[in-house]
């Protein structure tokens, strides 16, 4: 969701979040795929343009900054788009931005006990 591939209210017809794959690719979907994600998904992308960076790299650089993470699990399908995901190595986020990544997503790390 995060490199703006899926779209809410557009149902993938191929790869890990299609019909194709099974149960999954229904189930995920289900759970995930609301107004209310899309909107962070939209507020975070207009955080990382005004960073000048892109949004894979301000979201893994994030992950890193917070010291009670203690590992990032990262996908690529092909090499190329490592290259953001290792970007987020050097990025370090001055802490405005942190305090505004970390509002926003702050009812996330509270998991389903915040809906």
């Known amino acids: ?10 149902a ?29 998904i939209e507020k975070l992308r207009e955080l990382a343009e005004q960073a000048e960076v892109p949004l894979a ?7 890193l900054a ?7 699990i990262l996908g690529a399908s092909r090499p190329d788009q490592l290259k953001d995901t290792f970007a987020a ?3 370090v986020l001055d802490a405005n931005l942190k305090t505004q990544l970390d509002d926003l997503t702050a009812e996330y790390r509270r998991g389903d006990a915040a809906r």
């Not at 969701?1 to 557009?10: D, E, F, I, N």
């Not at 979040?17 to 962070?40: C, K």
């Open 57 to 63: 790299t301000l979201s893994i650089a994030w992950v």
């Open 1 to 10: 969701m995060l490199t703006g591939k899926y779209h809410h209210g557009v």
């Open 12 to 40: 993938p017809d191929k790869g890990r979040f299609s019909p194709e794959v099974g149960n999954f690719g229904v189930i995920y979907p289900q759970r995930y795929w609301h107004d209310h994600e899309f909107q962070t």
């Open 66 to 72: 917070n010291p009670v993470i203690t590992s990032v």
């Open 89 to 91: 190595v050097e990025l």
